[in-house]
């Protein structure tokens, strides 16, 4: 049998929740949505400051579980993503115009930070192409650094403690909410856009052009180029193309053979040691361009380096600010996607933290930027890696690598480098992703090409900026614009749907039941106004040759979570239209939140607490008590109309 | 009998609109809510013509049908407001520091112009405080009023015309959604705070000081007043109180005995005309300053005045951009406050052409900004007029004073006008209605406070942008948090309802049925995502010690009216996330524009048909095949158990 609609429940009109609680809900809901300190309620002290040490230090809580097999993966996995972090070191610190040898120091220090404080098992640390660029582009518009190498590299240590600071803040005060505002459209395009002028300056290196242009936008890297024609050499093109064909012949291999992925994790390695040896065979000829000495060593402390400058300040701060919620975006999402994998929980504002601290311990010690880039993440989790000691492992090839192995890298060849961030790149650079957005939501397509042609065309942080304004812009819309449809009766069920998406929904002659858009607001009110008179108007339009007007407005809140001053005044505003026409007005399900305000408010009393329905079938029966036109129409099903008895 | 609730009508899977379509749907909402073509629609070509003409240009529709007896009122009501316009014209044009003739100049044209293009029958037009003082301020930062009044005077005009402009482009981009930004909170702190700072102002015409501040912050205006102790003078100061207390007295009497309205209507010109009489008596005495030379005649033709002399554009164009807003947010603002109380439709956007055709035919005729003034709109109604005819006859009496009464004008003392002002601006402060915020939502309190300290500590424009940008927080906050609630089952109906709601509501062992906010868009996509998972741990953390688990979540999208890219992919993180804990996902009731997303983005291919229902109840009843802990749970009322036959 089915359930009978008469529910002895009726509209709670209890007494408001206090403002204390209202507020810690919100904030709750606002900077906690995880409830991270869930675990450790109800625990006695002693455990629970255990517990806490665990959760803000994870390696408390996954180091005394570790076992040796596990640290056989982990040895494994440590080796492939060194062996990766290497050469895009070097080639990372290229493109941030600082010298190669800090690439190596940033792959050194970091991962042994994030090891101590980072929460996810899957994560390689290291520096990314799209951020290398951005400070070099950034910094470089207030020092030269070509001209003034020694300061740019300072200015570069003093936007990487920047970033650290303000990753630990935004973590701290939980404000991972700001990263959400990058959308995925927005991402999307934003790498589009710095792979492709990324790959375009990489024709510097394969041209082997010492004569190059600082600025990043297409038209300006396409004009140096062809305005050094002179400087081009067949050598080092036949030699970059020879690698970038090797290489992107490794990745193809291991879409197709996904148990070969190590060959592509090992293909960067193996191009700079090549290169290397053929470097070394024609050194004294200048055919080929090479990274230049490096020097044995582990990182030397860089605290001193830092500087506050006024006059450089304002780069070096937006540098750092923007670098950080980038470098924060690419970490939690990667970090996020493994998580869900493996089936594990991650918590963004405590991977901010880890960076954050990651990132102000890596300005001391000579590091730029790091963060958890996609493609060392995915070779180590590809690898087996079981744990964050995947980077300590790392960290200790890194090691041996700067203590002993750094002279025979001098020898790379630029054209080597080249072709490794080519191949890298050119995976970022998503098609089927933009024409996938195209076809399934044209304004997230807008927002996509916004951050690409920005990005290509002007700077990389006017696209960022362009897109995420886009992106806001389209939220606001979204608020002033909240859809309200007319719902009709489903026969035979108390269901009411959209008449549009139902055409079989059927409405009761002279009731008008509309379900309104979440939120009103001040922004929406006059539009929610006009909407509903018109759904009014209209609805006179197609029933006045039968002679039948609408007697009855419900409007369903059942979808709106909130509602502020303005919002209420325009129900009021409604209300008193409608009385003027003769109509009367009902309010169906509204949620905890709008019930409270509008108690408060008073707009209960206005209205009358009987104008407010748990459900529109409900609505619907009382309001044939008073309705005129009911026993006009004719093609009604009689069958159909809700019993009254009991009500009221 | 209760219907029952087996519906015969499933899921509507049937082809996603065109794009086409939906854009043109969502262009109609975002910019023609009101449909104002609707009415001539489908008519004869001829007809359709002369509709159009009354729509654009009102006078052709109700100057045909007026009659004698309607004019009779018009005439009352607009003598009543001319005797207004004329103290008023002459105070607010003190207070743009502009000459007093501009004042009167204001009230002549516009309101002409006005009865031709607008369509509210109660709108009087003249010249309003918080925007004269505004305009003084903002141009008052490039050239000083004083040092240079004919070249301050000339962007003045330059400014209405730029606000004109800017008005008339609003309206005809149908881009009234500026205006509803300015939220009810904003406007009443920011009148509030305007108020404050008018009042304060107003000591230099009490105290009969020479020197002032051109400051409008209460810090620099205070200190002002207290610096220039030695030219206060008593005569001057018991003078205005008199008057003042006279004015209030009158306003108090209205609000008592609301048929004595026009007491406080001509109250102003009482005062001035008793103020001329007392300065004419005392005139070669310097203890009351009056308002000066005032030339007879019409308004001379500004047109040829107009500077955009790029050295002060940038204030200007500020100055008649910000004053543009301000003026529609309280012209429109008050048309349709008096369109409710007489029960017509205003057209916001129609309004905002014929604000803007107003200001820009005023600034070539020597007018600066007018809008509908509240007070003037008020009196006008009360007075019983019947059209815009009203303003024409207002008109008619400024043109007859401007021709031959305006020298008895020069002798009303500065100290009278600032009594008007006192008491016009005091009625703008609402300590009530604050306090009514701070009760129903501290936010909007927030809100409000914002603009009322930021107008009076800082300057006019911060403080309104301050307003502003927090209602714009606001409107994103809560985009990025929309609330989601746990529902359950109203005992022996089919209706599901908020179970911190409605405690009477129960749920299903092992079913967890959500309700998730709208929109789930890329700004709140991760916190959808964690609060899902944290309801589902919460659930079993309640559940384990009876051994039951969630085996089903289904999600209720019915008040979703929108989802981006980035909300589909958060949906399969989420159906990922439950398949690896042996979860099963259900959706229920997607709407229209929900379900064609997912289905273009191919998300219904991933969950299947079978998982998405058109009611909570039939997916529960879906749920009850598969799951385990069913017949485990003991409490549980059998009867209620969803009869399951005819399903699938």
Redesign the interface.
């Known amino acids: 049998?089915?359930?009978?609609?008469?529910?002895?429940?009726h509209v709670?009109f209890s007494n408001p929740r206090s403002?204390a609680n209202k507020?810690r809900s919100h904030l709750k809901?606002?900077f906690f949505?995880?409830?991270p300190f869930?675990q450790f309620r109800n625990e006695p002290p002693l455990r629970r400051t255990k517990k806490a040490l665990q959760y803000f230090v994870p390696i408390f809580e996954w180091l005394p579980k570790y076992t040796f097999s596990m640290f056989k993966y982990d040895v494994l996995a440590g080796i492939t993503i060194a062996s990766l972090a290497i050469p895009q070191g070097i080639s990372y610190a290229k493109l941030a115009e600082i010298p190669p040898i800090i690439g190596l120091y940033s792959s050194f220090v970091p991962p042994l930070v994030y090891a101590v404080f980072g929460s996810s098992r899957s994560m390689a640390v290291g520096t990314v192409a799209a951020v290398s660029l951005l400070i070099a582009s950034t910094i470089g518009d207030v020092v030269s650094p070509t001209d003034d190498p020694t300061l740019f590299l300072h200015l570069v240590f003093t936007a990487t403690f920047i970033t650290g600071i303000f990753q630990t803040a935004l973590g701290l005060l939980r404000l991972?909410?700001l990263?959400?505002?990058?959308?995925?459209?927005?991402i999307t395009g934003f790498m589009g856009g710095t792979a492709t002028i990324i790959c375009l300056q990489q024709l510097k290196g394969f041209l082997g052009l010492s004569h190059f242009t600082t600025k990043t936008d297409v038209v300006s890297v396409v004009r140096a180029i062809f305005s050094h024609r002179n400087e081009w050499r067949w050598e080092s093109a036949v030699m970059g193309v020879c690698f970038l064909l090797f290489l992107l012949f490794t990745v193809q291999l291991r879409k197709r053979l996904p148990r070969l992925f190590w060959v592509s994790a090992v293909a960067p390695i193996v191009t700079v040691l090549i290169g290397c040896i053929i470097a070394y065979f024609l050194r004294g000829h200048d055919a080929i361009q090479t990274v230049g000495h490096l020097k044995k060593g582990l990182n030397p402390l860089s605290i001193g380096y830092l500087n506050f400058n006024p006059k450089y300040l304002t780069a070096v701060v937006k540098a750092g600010i923007i670098t950080a919620i980038l470098g924060l975006a690419e970490g939690i999402a990667i970090g996020?996607s493994f998580a869900?994998m493996k089936?594990e929980?991650t918590d963004?504002n405590k991977e901010m933290i880890a960076f954050g601290l990651m990132n102000i311990v890596g300005s001391f010690t000579s590091c730029y930027l790091t963060t958890g880039p996609f493609s060392k993440s995915a070779v180590n989790f590809n690898a087996g890696c079981r744990s964050a000691m995947s980077n300590v492992v790392m960290a200790f090839c890194m090691m041996l690598t700067l203590l002993f192995l750094a002279p025979v890298f001098s020898y790379t060849p630029l054209v080597a480098l080249s072709a490794i961030i080519t191949s890298a790149m050119l995976g970022l650079i998503k098609y089927d992703e933009a024409y996938?957005?195209f076809?399934?939501?044209?304004?997230?397509f807008c927002i996509c090409m916004a951050a690409f042609l920005g990005v290509t065309f002007v700077t990389m942080d006017v696209g960022l900026m362009l897109s995420v304004g886009l992106?806001?812009v389209?939220?606001?819309?979204?608020?002033?614009?909240?859809?309200t449809?007319k719902l009709g009766n489903?026969?035979?069920?108390?269901?009411y749907?959209?008449v549009?998406?139902?055409p079989?929904?059927t409405s009761f002659p002279g009731v008008l039941v509309l379900q309104l858009?979440?939120?009103i607001?001040?922004?929406?009110?006059?539009?929610i106004r006009?909407?509903i008179?018109?759904w009014i108007?209209?609805e006179e339009?197609v029933s006045s040759p039968k002679g039948t007007n609408v007697e009855h407005v419900l409007l369903d809140l059942?979808?709106?979570?909130?509602i502020?001053?303005?919002g209420?005044?325009t129900l009021v505003?409604v209300l008193?239209?409608m009385q003027?026409?003769g109509i009367k007005m009902g309010l169906v399900?509204p949620?905890?939140?709008v019930?409270e305000?509008l108690m408060?408010?008073k707009f209960i009393d206005i209205i009358g607490q009987e104008a407010i329905f748990?459900?529109i079938?409900e609505a619907i029966r009382a309001s044939q008590f008073s309705l005129n036109v009911w026993t006009q129409k004719d093609g009604v099903d009689k069958d159909?109309v809700?019993?009254t008895k009991g009500l009221l």
């Open positions: 049998m089915a359930p009978s609609t008469e529910s002895v429940v709670n403002f507020f809901e606002t949505p995880d409830d869930r991972g909410i990263v959400d505002f990058l959308s995925h459209s927005t996020r869900i089936n929980q963004g996938h957005l076809k399934v939501d044209k304004f997230d992106s806001i389209r939220a606001l819309l979204y608020v002033a614009r909240p859809a449809v489903i026969p035979n069920s108390t269901l749907r959209d549009e998406q139902y079989a929904a858009g979440s939120p607001h001040f922004a929406n009110s006059t539009y006009e909407r008179l018109r108007n209209e339009d059942g979808g709106v979570t909130s502020d001053m303005t209420i005044e505003e008193r239209n003027a026409k399900n949620r905890t939140e019930l305000k408060v408010a748990l459900s079938d159909h809700p019993d």
